[in-house]
T-cell receptor
Framework: EDQVTQSPEALRLQEGESSSLNCSYT??????LFWYRQDPGKGPEFLFT???AGEEKEKERLKATLTKKESFLHITAPKPEDSATYLC???????????FGAGTTVTVRA | DAGVTQSPTHLIKTRGQHVTLRCSPI?????VSWYQQVLGQGPQFIFQ???????GRGNFPDRFSARQFPNYSSELNVNALLLGDSALYLC???????????FGPGTRLTVL
């Protein structure tokens, strides 16, 4: 069965303190690995898609990377507005079901 | 450009009732997916529809059903509501040439 596990569950950072979030996935052939940002009570906001090991994508202070078993979301010099829950999701090659992890809740203190 | 829209925003029902949630995809998107998200967890896949046909179904009971209309909007129906159906229901649409799913703001369903 497809499985996505995120760690840590929660991360508290000081403004400017860089860190990384982990997403481990087990799917039947990976069609795509997705990162989303979700603010409380709102729908997930699309951030990145990664398709193959070694691929990297960047957006402002965020950078996502992909290996054959994991993906990392690096947050460089975070600001309080980066506080949110970050969700990782995997799409298998033989299905249309997107499997999500439980998310990492990031809190950035000024 | 308008994003995915969902209605209603909030809904309160009692056990045993049924509910209909609505979703309009981004213009040009033909695929719509539905997810259930309970507090503290990631979204769980319920259905995906493409060109009015069901293309995928998650591990949800038959009380959950959906359909897609010719204009690509979609409805999610839940019968015989249980307390455990209380959740944020999310709709997402995908472009014809991509795998990304773009989410709406969700409908918060509370079952009393």
């Amino acid at each position: 069965e497809d499985q996505v596990t995120q760690s840590p569950e929660a991360l508290r950072l000081q403004e400017g303190e860089s860190s990384s979030l982990n997403c481990s996935y087990t799917v039947s052939g990976l069609r795509g690995l997705f990162w989303y940002r979700q603010d409380p009570g709102k729908g997930p906001e699309f951030l990145f898609t990664l398709y193959s090991a070694g691929e990297e994508k960047e957006k402002e202070r965020l950078k996502a990377t992909l290996t054959k078993k994991e993906s990392f979301l690096h947050i460089t010099a975070p600001k309080p507005e980066d506080s949110a829950t970050y969700l990782c999701a995997a799409l298998p090659s033989n299905d249309y079901k997107l499997s999500f992890g439980a998310g990492t809740t990031v809190t950035v203190r000024a | 450009d308008a994003g995915v829209t969902q209605s209603p925003t909030h809904l309160i029902k009692t056990r045993g009732q049924h509910v209909t949630l609505r979703c309009s995809p981004i213009s040009g998107h033909k695929s719509v997916s539905w997810y259930q998200q309970v507090l503290g967890q990631g979204p769980q896949f319920i259905f995906q529809y493409y060109e009015k046909e069901e293309r995928g179904r998650g591990n949800f009971p038959d009380r959950f059903s959906a359909r897609q209309f010719p204009n690509y909007s979609s409805e999610l129906n839940v019968n015989a509501l249980l307390l455990g159906d209380s959740a944020l229901y999310l709709c997402a649409s995908s472009p014809p040439d991509g795998n990304e799913q773009f989410f709406g703001p969700g409908t918060r369903l509370t079952v009393l």
